[in-house]
């Protein structure tokens, strides 16, 4: 062989540099590459044209920022609390202290600080997070349709065999369909992934003594499906029922969908990664005291792995207002920071977190001014949220609030601004008008901004 030749193969390998090219062109050392990081590159570069998803933790009940994503160090007691801060992995950005490995690991995330809206109610901060409208005149009434819902509505299905958007376990006000129809509401999960034994799907269990063989066509699929038969609605079209039917044998008869939703599958260390002690080992302790949501963000990693748009994982009840501290010092900050980062790890070691935009926040913030009960209470007026992945750049601060944590200081955003960098990064136009139930045409957003200092 020539000098000639061999230098054009060792170029040829190069162009197209995968494991065993490495190996064969003995370059792996010299590179400076350690084989863990060629089989990181590998994964990343098989995710490049995935679809995008997103992952939304909604710490339902509402987050004290200032006792976790925006310290007040300085503020006089009863303003910061009874927690300390910690110094992060980025110069410049403290946490509360008892987030000690989301600060190790804060270049992979960051912060947004100067969050706001106008509602202290619950339910209906769920709807302005979850769509960008003020709610209808009950508190529970969805009468504009959820991020999820428009998703399933414009992008449709990543993966035939998977429905486009789940909420992980049951949906929260403002997670309907509203006018785009009973096609467009989230599956829900229903079961709880930390619950003893093997983890099953309700929704679409077969009734008892009837099988697949008994069930025959799918047209006869309701006679033989519990939930359906009882919670199809029956004002909705045709097309959606179809829609139901086929998701329902989808899920029964699909390895992939199956699969997806089958916990079983993840080995005992990732899930104690994440905060779990095996439901069927009656000595082990649950290490860190979690509760089932650590599990469901698993399962969430698993379903925007097989190919499901978006994720809603129901993370509540962050509603502290007696004995606060006492909560979140003995459950909540331990469990979230353990869950949180162990999610964002998982995703970057499987090459999805590019792919994957994990949001996390609830309806709102706790009062700045600790109350007599040692607890704070609901604050719409300002507070945080964590974003990761999608392109996200880690380590940054956007915003920021006041000496007391009680307004914006510096560059105010909205959820509808939120809302709108999670649409951005999903593909979905929200320029695009749906018609509601008057046929009157609706914006998929009233108002919004990408927030761009993030990339």
């Known amino acids: 062989m020539s000098s000639a030749t061999g230098c ?76 300390g801060t910690i110094d992060t992995n980025v110069p410049g950005i403290q946490l509360g202290d008892l987030l000690p490995m989301s600060a190790k690991s804060m270049d992979k995330w960051s912060i947004i600080r100067s969050l706001n809206h106008h509602d202290a109610g619950h339910s209906t901060g769920d709807q302005i997070c979850f769509t960008g409208y003020n709610p209808g005149s009950s508190p529970d009434e969805n009468i504009h349709p959820s991020i999820g819902s428009v998703v399933s509505k414009q992008l449709g299905d990543a993966n035939p065999k998977l429905p486009p958007y789940v909420m992980i376990p049951r949906m929260v006000p403002g997670t309907g369909a509203a006018y785009l129809g009973v096609a467009h509401k989230p599956f829900e999960t229903q079961a709880d992934p930390a619950n003893p034994g093997p983890f099953r799907l309700p929704n679409f269990s077969l009734a008892s003594g ?47 969908a199956r699969d997806a939703f089958d916990l079983d599958k993840e080995p005992i260390k990732l899930r104690e990664r994440y905060g779990f002690a095996p439901a069927f080992d009656p000595k082990a302790s649950n290490r860190c005291g979690c509760p089932s949501w650590s599990q469901r963000m698993l399962l969430a990693r698993r379903l925007v792995e097989a190919g499901v748009r978006l994720v809603t994982v129901d993370l509540r009840w962050w509603d502290t207002h007696v004995k606060g501290f006492e909560s979140l010092r003995q459950g909540f900050l331990p469990r979230w920071d353990r869950a949180y980062t162990a999610l964002i790890e998982d995703l970057e070691s499987r090459g999805l977190l590019d792919s994957t935009l994990v949001l996390a926040w609830g309806e709102f913030g706790r009062t700045p001014k600790v109350n007599n009960d040692a607890g704070r209470d609901h604050y719409p007026n300002v507070f945080s949220a964590a974003i990761a992945g999608g392109g996200v750049k880690g380590g940054r601060v956007i915003g920021s609030s006041d000496a007391k944590g009680a307004f914006p200081k510096a560059n105010p955003k909205s959820p509808q601004d939120v809302l709108e960098t999670v649409y951005h990064h999903l593909g979905v136009d929200t320029s695009i008008n749906f018609n509601n139930t008057t046929g009157r045409p609706v914006p998929i957003l009233p108002s919004g901004k990408r927030i761009d200092e993030l990339y």
Request: net charge neutral; charged share 30%.
């Open 8 to 83: 054009s193969d060792f170029r040829g390998t190069l162009a197209h540099p995968d494991r065993r090219s490495f190996v064969k062109a003995g370059i792996l050392g010299a590179s400076g590459l350690s084989l863990s990081e060629l089989f990181r590159s590998e994964a990343k570069a098989s995710t490049s044209s995935r679809p995008t998803s997103v992952i939304i933790l909604w710490m339902r009940g509402g987050p004290s920022h200032i006792d976790m994503w925006d310290p007040k160090p300085d503020a006089p007691v009863e303003i910061r609390g009874e927690f």
């Open 210 to 256: 009837v099988t697949l063989e008994q069930v025959g066509d799918r047209r006869g699929l309701l006679t033989g499906f519990d939930r359906i038969r009882r919670d199809m609605d029956n004002s909705g079209q045709l097309h959606a029922m179809d829609r139901f039917q086929q998701r329902a044998w989808d899920v029964l008869t699909s390895p992939d």
